[in-house]
Nanobody, 124 residues
Framework: QMQLVESGGGLVQPGGSLRFSCAAS????????MDWYRQAPGQERESVAH???????TYADSVKGRFTISRDNTKNTVYLQMNNLKPENTAVYYCDTDLEYYGDDDVNYRRDSWGQGTQVTVST
C-alpha cells in the first residue's frame, strides 16, 4: 500500500528555521513532480514550491530566497527547508506528489497524492 508521510514542523520563533520531509513508501514505480502547499486558517490552499522530475524549481513570490525545495529520488522523499520564518508563514503544510505505484491488486496506478499535513506556527 502506498503512503505519503510528512515529518518536521512545529513551533518556531520569527526568524527561525524548519525543515520538512515527505516520504513515499510502498511499491513505488516512479515519482514525477513534487510540490508543497500550505493552508492558513480561513484561507484557501496555496502553492509554496514545486520541483520537477528533473529538479527544476519554482517558488511563490512570498517565499523566494527563504524556502528551498529539494528531492532525493533514492529515498522517494521531498524536502522543504524554510529559513527566516515569519508569522504569516503559519499554516498547515502539505506535500503533493505525482507518482506511479503498484496497488494491492498489482495494477499500475498513477495519481496525485497528498501528505497528511503538518502544522507550522511562527510566533513569539
Amino acid at each position: 500500500q502506498m503512503q505519503l508521510v510528512e515529518s518536521g514542523g512545529g513551533l518556531v520563533q520569527p526568524g527561525g528555521s524548519l525543515r520538512f520531509s515527505c516520504a513515499a513508501s510502498g511499491s513505488i514505480i516512479s515519482i514525477y513532480a513534487m510540490d508543497w502547499y500550505r493552508q492558513a486558517p480561513g484561507q484557501e490552499r496555496e502553492s509554496v514550491a514545486h520541483i520537477s522530475t528533473g529538479g527544476a524549481t519554482t517558488y511563490a513570490d512570498s517565499v523566494k530566497g527563504r524556502f528551498t525545495i529539494s528531492r532525493d529520488n533514492t529515498k522517494n522523499t521531498v524536502y522543504l527547508q524554510m529559513n527566516n520564518l515569519k508569522p504569516e508563514n503559519t499554516a498547515v503544510y502539505y506535500c503533493d506528489t505525482d507518482l506511479e505505484y503498484y496497488g494491492d491488486d498489482d495494477v499500475n496506478y498513477r495519481r496525485d497524492s497528498w501528505g497528511q499535513g503538518t502544522q507550522v506556527t511562527v510566533s513569539t
